[in-house]
Each structure stands twice: as C-alpha cells, then as structure tokens.
C-alpha cells in the first residue's frame, strides 16, 4: 500500500481555486499578490529570497516549493538560498526569545 502525507505537492496547482468558494476575496487577494510581487524599490528577485524565507518560518511546504522553484529561475544560488533562510531562522529564534523579556517581567511581578 503507497504511503500518503498530509500535504500533496499537487496541491500547489489548485492554489487559483481558492476563488471558487469567495470570488471578490478570492480576487483581491491575487490582485494584491500579483503586485506585492511586482518590481519596485526592490526586484523580483530580492522579492523571492525574501518570500522563501519567510515561507520557512512559516514553515509552508507550499511556499517553500514555489519559492525554491521560483529563485532557481530567478538564477538565484543554492548558497544565498540557505543563506536567507538562515537569516528567517534567526528573526524567528530571536522574535521567540526576546518574548523571555515578557516572561521575566511577569514572573518578577508575580514574586514580589
């Protein structure tokens, strides 16, 4: 028996269908996306490191199929791919533990 996961690879191409259910919103948000990616201050190719950067932290195998894709054509290299990621992975890390900033005042409130 073939093993299945959650998420199938295949799915990516239906992404387009999610207007189905909700045009107008469905719409919107591909009117938006599509220029949120167009060239501007910053190029196509900035764009797409930054997007597989953050589809790592928010760890979407969808994202991170486009987006590894999508910088292969954009002729970026598999180093600043890893290298971007790694700055995601630090944002990330460092957004968690500045929160212990949070945790230390609470508990300090809470022993006095």
């Not at 189905?20 to 949120?36: A, M, Q, T």
């Not at 600043?80 to 700055?87: R, Y």
């Amino acid at each position: 028996m073939a093993s299945q996961n959650y998420y199938d690879p295949a799915d990516l191409k239906k992404f387009g269908n999610i207007t189905e259910w909700s045009k107008e919103l469905g719409e919107k948000f591909f009117e938006y996306y599509g220029k949120v990616f167009e060239e501007g201050a910053l190029s196509a190719r900035e764009k797409s490191l930054i997007a597989l950067a953050v589809a790592h932290t928010e760890m979407c195998p969808y994202c991170i199929d486009a987006y590894s894709k999508d910088g292969l054509q954009r002729g970026i290299t598999k180093e600043e791919m890893m290298e971007a990621i790694h700055v995601g992975a630090a944002i990330k890390s460092g957004a968690s533990l500045v929160h212990g900033v949070q945790m230390m005042n609470k508990v300090n409130k809470l022993e006095m």
